[in-house]
């Protein structure tokens, strides 16, 4: 094959390129701020870069799960405090319905107001957040309980469902974060009769003695309102904690997105001021090697005859 070009000339061309390569890449870098926008401009950290932007969109759907979790503990840890305040407030009931200058007229009149508390902690059981009953634990479409003065505890058992749902932290492991409506206010014991520390027949027992003006069994409802107390305020801790770790987990989110995005840049992003010298720097050889081009003598066979 004959050659069109000599070897002066084809050196010329092939530095020409690579200088306006540089001018191109230089430009493009401080148009876009990039300095790898496909695979061909950095092979070797196109698999970080890409593993990284999953990293960032994981660590933020994480964070979102983690967040809306939040809300609802927060709504349930609320609700388990308003109902401490009531069995306090039947507590209070009771020693006042205990003494003997009470009457069966006054003691009906406080059995009514004990109703209204034991409504109010079936409510208090029926928690919502989003359309979901927060203490159905698995069954969260429907509510555990509802009020039936007839029932022995005063109120039907509906469904019997666990709580085995857990949230993801931001370091790999898992945690639960909510209890049942069983659990917290309806204790059982193995034989399915009520627990000691029951909430609702705590409050129902009372009910039904403050109603019968049975001052013997008043007296008796006080140490198992006692004991169902102690039991909210067990379990108010226990959201209270979890409050505390997914708060933590979430600030461990957000140092993981600036961790990752300071990682992505450091791979992706281009340093402007390297680029601006560098663009320079390319248009000043591309000028010395036009110009060094330029001066080069042109002579042909002609001028030899």
């Known amino acids: 094959m004959i050659r069109n070009l000599d070897p002066s000339a084809e050196r010329f061309l092939l530095d020409?390129?690579?200088?306006?390569?540089?001018?191109?890449?230089?430009?493009?870098?401080?148009?876009?701020g990039l300095k790898v926008t496909a695979p061909s401009d950095s092979?070797?950290?196109?698999?970080?870069?890409?593993?990284?932007?999953v990293d960032i969109e994981r660590n933020?759907?994480?964070?979102?799960?983690?967040?809306r979790v939040n809300s609802e503990t927060a709504t349930a840890e609320a609700s388990l405090g308003s109902a401490v305040r009531l069995v306090?407030?039947?507590?209070?009931?009771?020693?006042?319905?205990?003494?003997?200058?009470?009457?069966?007229?006054?003691?009906?009149?406080?059995?009514?107001?004990v109703q209204a508390l034991l409504e109010q902690l079936v409510g208090a059981s029926r928690t919502m957040v989003q359309n979901r009953y927060v203490f159905s634990g698995d069954q969260d479409q429907a509510p555990a309980y509802?009020?039936?003065?007839?029932?022995?505890?005063?109120v039907d058992r509906l469904a019997t469902p666990s709580a085995t749902r857990g949230i993801q932290h931001p370091s790999g492991t898992s945690f639960t974060v909510a209890k049942t409506a069983g659990e917290i206010f309806d204790r059982r014991n193995p034989d399915d009769s009520p627990a000691s520390d029951n909430v609702f027949a705590a409050v129902n027992s009372l009910r039904l003695a403050l109603e019968n003006d049975d001052q013997a069994g008043i007296g008796l409802s006080l140490a198992a309102l006692?004991?169902?107390a102690d039991r909210l305020n067990v379990e108010l801790s226990y959201y209270g904690a979890v409050q505390n770790k997914l708060a933590e987990a979430i600030d461990m989110s957000h140092r993981l997105e600036a961790h990752f995005k300071m990682e992505l840049s450091s791979r992706r992003d281009a340093d402007i001021t390297e680029a601006i010298l560098e663009l320079q720097r390319s248009r000043t050889h591309e000028e010395a090697t036009y110009g060094a081009r330029s001066q080069m003598p042109r002579s042909s066979l002609f001028d030899f005859l």
């Open 16 to 32: 020409l390129g690579r200088i306006q390569q540089a001018i191109g890449r230089a430009s493009q870098q401080i148009s876009s």
């Open 43 to 53: 092979p070797d950290q196109i698999s970080d870069i890409l593993q990284l932007y």
């Open 60 to 67: 933020a759907q994480l964070r979102t799960n983690l967040e």
């Open 88 to 113: 306090e407030r039947a507590r209070v009931l009771a020693a006042q319905g205990v003494t003997s200058t009470q009457t069966a007229g006054t003691r009906r009149i406080m059995a009514g107001e």
């Open 146 to 154: 509802q009020v039936n003065l007839a029932s022995p505890e005063g």
């Open 226 to 228: 006692r004991a169902a």
